[in-house]
């Protein structure tokens, strides 16, 4: 989508450039990048400049010789615009100044429109505050945003923080639209920091969300995600028109990448606004981060989406291969993105969770420390214990030392967790395989554990194994929790285990 727009605006340099009336003129070249089409302006201009050498250089002999005044006079009458703006470059900088006072600000717009920032620089650089608004308000006034944003580009910040003041906060937006580079929209936007709200709601009010979307796909990461941040906190309908605008222009690439790196209130209010709740909307998001390589920057919106908005992207992350969901589970394990991978994961349907537990990747000793540590950090352990439930159980011994290193009130909160999470069964099996030392150490914190009798009555496993095993191991349990376990095994008709158990 935005591609499109910059080479809308790059068409309009180029129609200036040639000196034609109308775009439509060069609509044969809508196809092409806008990188392409800025190469081939900036050949023209070259060309241009090398054909119009000698008389240019004439053209500046010849200025130094009159007086400056006579001579803005002689080039606003007999010169023209055109030929002043090639001239400009080749007259000493003060000089050059001197005749622009000369003449009045329509000329001096004049020559803007044509002016060849690289070959005026030094020129541009001396022009006059006074000068600079003069010719600021004849573009605005024109309406010729795309002079105005191919200069704000070059012109020093003075220039900028006395032009723009005399320009609508609608006026901001054009300007932007039609800046050449990253550099330059940072520039702007850091400039205009405090008008950025109105400029936003300009843009709603005017309905010109397109052009502030190119804009974002301008900037460079950090103006954006803070242009993202400013947009969130606006009124409701502010945010529903930019993001009605995203599905229509199907402009997701531009605002996923925003929005990865927004603060987490105004990536929240995002999350919460009806029309991300549509599933094809979310579909359509999930669908451009599986297949753009956008899978990270989806991850910290998926953090803030409801359980039926994450059904809907992990329903679609379903439909992955093996092959890719591992390459999914490795790119988050590097940038440490396991906070927002397990709600995605618990919102699988069964028989997908099962498939995810399946992977290699996910019985790697990294991985599933990783896993837990994130769990335990950031309090999921409602996502991170079904999951860990249907783990293998070849992958106990490792989840074993990973709770040993958990904090005693991490533990406890994994714990508390079980029985909602129908997980007390793997917890018990983990402990179990715990070094005596590690299990000496949980044995102890469940006993002081006030949920201790709920959470045995949790623990109904039929598998003879662990029944046995604890029996096994009942020196080691504290008397407390042998009692409730003995007495929790004759509920399970389990009356051998309870015999072990209370003996």
Known sequence: MTITHHTTAEIARLTAVLGLADTAELDFLAELPPAALREFR??????????EARRMQRVAAAAKLVPAALAGRIAEAAIGSVLAAAVAGSVEPQRAVAIAAAVSPTFLADIAVTLDPRRAAQVIAEIPDAMAVEVARELLARGDYLTMGRLAGSVPERVLRVALPHAADIDLLHVGYHLEDTAAADRLLATITDRVPGLIHATDA????????????LLGPVERSRL?????DQDAEVLDGLLATVVEL???RTLLPVAARMQPPGLRRLAQRPIMSEPAVLT?????????DLWLDLLPLADHLSPAQLHTVAARVAAESDEALTALIEQTHAENYWNTLLPVALALAEPERLRLATLPVMHRRDTLSAAIATAAAHDLWASALPLVDVLPTHTHDVLAASVGDLTDEEFLAAVHAGPAAEATTTLVRIVLRQSPPARARSMALLEKSPDLAALVESFTTDDPAVWDNLADLRDEIPASVRILLSAQATRCDRPDIAD???A
């Open 42 to 51: 900036t050949q023209i201009t070259d060309l241009i400049h090398h054909r």
């Open 206 to 217: 005017e309905r010109r969300w397109p052009e502030a979307i190119a804009l974002l796909d």
């Open 228 to 232: 993202g941040d400013v947009v969130a």
């Open 250 to 252: 199907d402009a997701w």
């Open 284 to 292: 359509a998001i999930a669908d451009l981060a599986l297949t753009q």
């Open 500 to 502: 072990r158990l209370a």
